[in-house]
């Protein structure tokens, strides 16, 4: 499989419909997006199980901003829809095969449960954090009505 472009109609339906999908922020005038192009586009030939997807910086720059992207070229790698690796800066194809083979390599479900974790610990520390802020009750009304 060669390379797609990707752009704000496609992106969502590229990630939700694809196992696997590598993205690469560039732009034309970017030397190191332009030596990086021909590996990415080679690792796309002998992955075809990956979807790799090219997203012009300049072409896309609603899609740059919201992944904060400030610094080209960035790559970035979803699995089962969920943002796994993003790095700034041109891979070699050494590189760019560990990373491969990382992504394909996850436990998704080691990854879901870890997710969740960190969610259920946020949650508990919000919740913390509220109760912290909140008057204590009839001490603090003692204390105002004392003022």
């Not at 030939?45 to 919201?66: H, R, Y």
């Not at 070699?92 to 879901?112: F, I």
């Amino acid at each position: 499989m060669t390379t797609r472009e990707i752009t704000i109609e496609n992106l969502n339906e590229t990630i939700a419909g694809n196992e696997v999908v590598f993205l690469d922020f560039w732009a034309e005038w970017c030397g190191p997006c332009r030596a990086f192009g021909p590996v990415f586009e080679q690792a796309s030939v002998s992955n075809p199980d990956v979807v790799f997807g090219k997203i012009d910086t300049e072409a896309q720059q609603e899609l740059a901003a919201g992944f904060q992207i400030t610094s080209i070229p960035t790559l970035m790698a979803f699995r089962e829809g969920i943002l796994i690796f993003s790095q700034p800066g041109a891979l070699n194809a050494t590189q760019l095969s560990a990373v491969l083979d990382g992504v394909k390599g996850l436990d998704m479900n080691e990854v879901r449960a870890s997710i969740a974790a960190d969610e259920a610990e946020l949650d508990q520390q919000e919740r913390s954090a509220e109760s912290a802020t909140e008057p204590a009750g009839d001490s603090d009304a003692a204390s105002s009505a004392a003022l």
